[in-house]
């Protein structure tokens, strides 16, 4: 045996926990079944590991579109904070990620029910409920409580009909499609998009393209720079004076001649509201922190 001082000495690494637990059971393993064993623990462990970062921590999104450009390029990859809004509110002006309802699509109606009644169909599109559109789940929500007891409108898109505008008679105590009668396959995205009002303020978006929030001119860069355009068919929302309800965001996009915002469907309640992008980690000419992270720029 060769001599070795104490620094020297190399220490068994413990066998894994479950190979421990095993032993201490009675259970006598080969030396390749405890290897085994304890790469099975490290590939738990990472993935749980991972799993906890993901759900809450934090999440890599890469964005397809032109929206956001120049802030963020088609194909740009960044990670999003999950963690930071639970100690402080997204301020105006900062990019934001959310939750966006693209597609509501009926896949079933039940027979004898309001929906059936009023002649919605299996594969119609729903568009707008109470003549607007629909950003969100949560939204639809509260359209159907809100109207329960009385008549709702549904707008629906058909194949080979085109748009079709329904009423149907909400039960009391309604809370969602199905009390309707409606199953339905909704389809969510993430959006990013830049945050320009929230809930009681009035924003505006003024001659020249300029923002006006609460009747002052948004002094907040980029957004007093941009020009956002106010001319393109379907908007509705912020071309005249309007109030943001409570509890919810007026976002825009960047690129304001080719972005699907709040200027065509509305509001993005707080609930679904996601995080903040706070490092781009795609292209590598642009690699860093983003969004006033770190000190960069907005």
Same mark, same amino acid.
């Given at each position: 045996?060769?001599?070795?001082?104490?620094?020297?000495?190399? @220490?068994e690494? @413990?066998?894994?926990?479950?190979?421990?637990?095993?032993?201490?059971?009675?259970?006598?393993?080969?030396?390749?079944?405890?290897?085994?064993?304890?790469?099975?623990?490290?590939i738990?462990?990472?993935?749980?590991?991972?799993?906890?970062?993901?759900?809450?921590?934090?999440?890599?999104?890469?964005?397809?579109?032109?929206?956001?450009?120049?802030?963020?390029?088609?194909?740009?990859?960044?990670? /999003?904070?999950?963690?930071?809004?639970?100690?402080r509110?997204?301020?105006?002006?900062?990019?934001?990620?959310?939750?966006? /309802?693209?597609?509501?699509?009926?896949?079933?109606?039940?027979?004898?029910?309001?929906?059936?009644?009023?002649?919605?169909?299996v594969?119609?599109?729903?568009?707008?409920?109470?003549?607007?559109?629909?950003?969100?789940?949560?939204?639809? @929500?509260?359209?159907?409580?809100?109207?329960?007891?009385?008549?709702?409108?549904?707008?629906?898109?058909?194949? $080979?009909?085109?748009?079709?505008?329904?009423?149907?008679?909400?039960?009391?105590?309604?809370?969602?499609?199905?009390?309707?009668?409606?199953?339905?396959?909704?389809?969510r995205?993430?959006?990013? @998009?830049?945050?320009?009002? /929230?809930?009681?303020?009035?924003?505006?978006?003024?001659?020249?393209?300029r /923002?006006?929030?609460?009747?002052?001119?948004?002094?907040?860069?980029?957004?007093?720079? =941009?020009?956002?355009?106010?001319?393109?068919?379907?908007?509705?929302?912020?071309?005249?004076?309007?109030?943001?309800?409570?509890?919810?965001?007026?976002?825009?996009?960047? =690129?304001?001649? =080719?972005?699907?915002?709040? $200027?065509?469907?509305?509001?993005?309640?707080?609930?679904?509201?996601?995080?903040?992008?706070?490092?781009?980690?795609?292209?590598?000419?642009?690699?860093?922190?983003? =969004?006033?992270?770190?000190?960069?720029?907005?």
């Amino acid at each position: 045996m060769n001599w070795r001082w104490p620094w020297q000495r190399r @220490k068994e690494p @413990k066998p894994a926990w479950i190979v421990r637990y095993l032993r201490r059971r009675g259970h006598r393993l080969s030396r390749r079944a405890e290897w085994a064993l304890g790469w099975l623990e490290t590939i738990v462990v990472a993935g749980g590991a991972a799993f906890l970062i993901i759900s809450f921590v934090t999440v890599r999104m890469t964005v397809p579109t032109g929206s956001m450009i120049p802030t963020i390029m088609p194909g740009d990859s960044f990670f /999003v904070d999950l963690i930071s809004y639970y100690f402080r509110e997204p301020d105006v002006g900062d990019v934001i990620v959310f939750w966006h /309802v693209e597609e509501i699509r009926v896949t079933g109606v039940k027979p004898g029910s309001p929906a059936a009644e009023a002649g919605v169909q299996v594969g119609d599109h729903l568009m707008e409920v109470a003549e607007e559109p629909v950003p969100s789940v949560l939204t639809l @929500k509260r359209r159907i409580q809100a109207a329960a007891g009385s008549i709702l409108s549904l707008t629906l898109g058909r194949a $080979r009909v085109g748009q079709v505008r329904l009423e149907l008679s909400v039960p009391a105590g309604a809370d969602d499609l199905g009390d309707l009668g409606i199953e339905a396959k909704i389809r969510r995205a993430r959006y990013v @998009k830049r945050l320009i009002a /929230v809930g009681g303020q009035e924003v505006w978006i003024g001659e020249g393209g300029r /923002v006006y929030v609460d009747g002052e001119p948004l002094q907040v860069e980029p957004i007093a720079s =941009n020009i956002y355009w106010t001319r393109g068919p379907g908007m509705r929302y912020g071309i005249e004076p309007t109030l943001v309800p409570e509890g919810h965001y007026f976002v825009l996009g960047d =690129n304001t001649m =080719n972005s699907f915002d709040s $200027r065509y469907w509305g509001f993005v309640p707080v609930e679904d509201f996601i995080g903040q992008p706070f490092f781009r980690v795609w292209p590598f000419s642009r690699f860093g922190p983003m =969004n006033g992270y770190f000190w960069s720029s907005r």
